[in-house]
């Protein structure tokens, strides 16, 4: 009985020690990585020229320096066909280097580098995929190569009868190929970025496997694209944190599809959402607007928060009652918690500029009967004392505007009416006041 007992008491102090949210935590992926992207600007189109010209512009513009660290080759690099020993095989003629070479020369940037694969049979340009090949291509990716991050796909999935397990089983194949590896050479995990498109839901599951999982299909050329997305995010923020992010695609910033205030409407949400960054753009090309965009450290600390891993949410849909999915009119009022205070971001969904009004408590991370100082994130300019309420006045067409409000104390003595929020306001005598 005695020893009966002992194991009930360890089994559960066991149970109750277990963490409430199963991240994996092993040691990378914390905060949502920052870097650039080959796809969006290249496509198939990349070489080592192109991609060592990026990874020095990552430096020379100082975009490393705000926390654009990695280097991700997409598809297209290798060769059709593995060779006799069943292995990929670098394009020796985009990489006559080697590929060994283009990431020593990344690392000695100061940068990381990331690689690509698919769970399927092929990637989605019909490149070789990593199915039933897991161990051997993550050996390549992480051993003798020297990737720190695999971005993996979904397309050529196999036949039922073949895989004989769900989406989550193809993805763990090479979760389990990661552990591994890690566990036999003691080396840190390589970063695990599934590219697995949200039909199947990987934010329930894709926490338990790696750092991110893409949510949506890929980002498009237009202010649609970036609306979209971001309706579909708004019912899934609770699902970033530290060490899983919902990652809502490839930066389009700088591609020529957005004007300035969409981009920074399209920057502001995928950071302030906690996901990850990528520049998709042609450096060598970039303006100074473009530049401007990717280098708002305000913006940028908010999403790689050391203290506080959440995303903003929607308080209020504004244009559409709450909840409604909407690709073209997603929720317009947001916050969420920060280190240094409440995060808002307003997004003008309309086609003409707008004044912007919220009351403070509409956020639940707002105290009643506190007033807040404000600071703008994009003017970079302490804008004074909110009391009760805030007005973002002539809000461009499709703009953003973000701001970090900090307690500053009571709101002053007197301010009418008793309750900001009126309903079921009541005196300690009974009487109620929204009546
Ligand atoms: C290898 O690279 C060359 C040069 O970019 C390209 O023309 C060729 O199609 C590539 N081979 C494969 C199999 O993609
Ligand atoms: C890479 O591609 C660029 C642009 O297409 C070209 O100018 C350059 O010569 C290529 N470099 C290599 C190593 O193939
Ligand atoms: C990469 O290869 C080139 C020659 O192709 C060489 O000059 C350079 O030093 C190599 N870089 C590294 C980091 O090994
Ligand atoms: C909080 O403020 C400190 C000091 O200004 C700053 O270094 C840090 O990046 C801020 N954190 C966030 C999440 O904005
Ligand atoms: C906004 O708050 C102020 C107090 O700071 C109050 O006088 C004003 O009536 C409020 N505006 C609205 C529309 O609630
Ligand atoms: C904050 O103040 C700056 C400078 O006056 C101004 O340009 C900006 O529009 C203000 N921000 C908001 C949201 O009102
Ligand atoms: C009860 O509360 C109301 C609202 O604050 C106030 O107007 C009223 O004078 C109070 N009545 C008494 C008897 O204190």
């Given at each position: 009985m005695t020893l009966l007992a002992a194991l009930l008491v360890s089994y559960f102090s066991f149970v109750s020690k277990a963490p409430p949210v199963e991240a994996l935590d092993n040691g990378v992926g914390r905060l949502p990585f920052m870097g650039y992207n080959t796809w969006n600007a290249y496509h198939c189109d990349i070489n080592e020229t192109v991609i060592l010209d990026n990874a020095r512009l990552l430096v020379d513009l100082g975009l490393r320096d705000v926390g654009f660290t990695y280097m991700n080759i997409d598809d297209c690099y290798p060769e059709k066909e593995r060779n006799a020993a069943g292995d990929i095989v670098v394009n020796a003629t985009r990489f006559p280097s080697g590929m060994r070479n283009v990431t020593d020369t990344i690392h000695s940037l100061g940068l990381k580098a990331g690689i690509y694969s698919d769970s399927?049979?092929?990637?989605?340009?019909?490149?070789?995929?990593?199915?039933?090949n897991e161990d051997r291509d993550l050996k390549l990716f992480r051993e003798e190569w020297n990737f720190d991050l695999l971005k993996y796909d979904n397309c050529a999935v196999p036949f039922d009868e073949v895989i004989k397990e769900g989406m989550v089983g193809k993805y763990t194949r090479m979760a389990n190929a990661i552990a591994d590896l890690a566990k036999s050479t003691g080396r840190e995990p390589i970063l695990f970025s599934l590219c697995q498109w949200g039909r199947e839901q990987p934010w329930f599951w894709g926490r338990r496997l790696g750092q991110s999982w893409r949510t949506t299909d890929d980002v498009g050329n237009g202010w649609s694209a970036i609306t979209s997305i971001i309706n579909e995010n708004s019912f899934i923020?609770?699902?970033?944190d530290f060490f899983g992010h919902n990652d809502m695609d490839i930066l389009e910033v700088g591609n020529g599809g957005l004007n300035f205030e969409e981009s920074k409407t399209h920057f502001t949400a995928w950071s302030l959402m906690k996901s990850p960054l990528l520049i998709g753009t042609n450096l060598p090309t970039a303006t100074q607007e473009t530049l401007e965009i990717f280098k708002n450290t305000e913006i940028i600390a908010i999403n790689q928060d050391p203290v506080v891993g959440t995303a903003v949410q929607p308080f209020r849909w504004g244009h559409n009652p709450d909840w409604t999915f909407d690709s073209l009119h997603p929720a317009q009022y947001w916050s969420g918690e920060s280190q240094n205070g409440t995060v808002f971001m307003l997004i003008n969904v309309e086609d003409q500029p707008a004044d912007m009004f919220f009351s403070l408590t509409e956020s639940p991370w707002i105290r009643a009967g506190r007033q807040y100082s404000v600071r703008d994130l994009w003017t970079h300019t302490d804008n004074g004392t909110a009391v009760r309420n805030f007005t973002a006045h002539n809000?461009?067409?499709h703009g953003v505007v973000a701001l970090l409000l900090k307690d500053a104390g009571d709101e002053p003595a007197g301010t009418e009416p008793p309750c900001a929020r009126p309903e079921w306001c009541m005196d300690q005598n009974g009487t109620r006041i929204d009546q």
């Open positions: 399927g049979w092929f990637t989605c340009q019909l490149y070789p995929g990593s199915f039933q923020t609770w699902a970033s809000v461009p067409a």
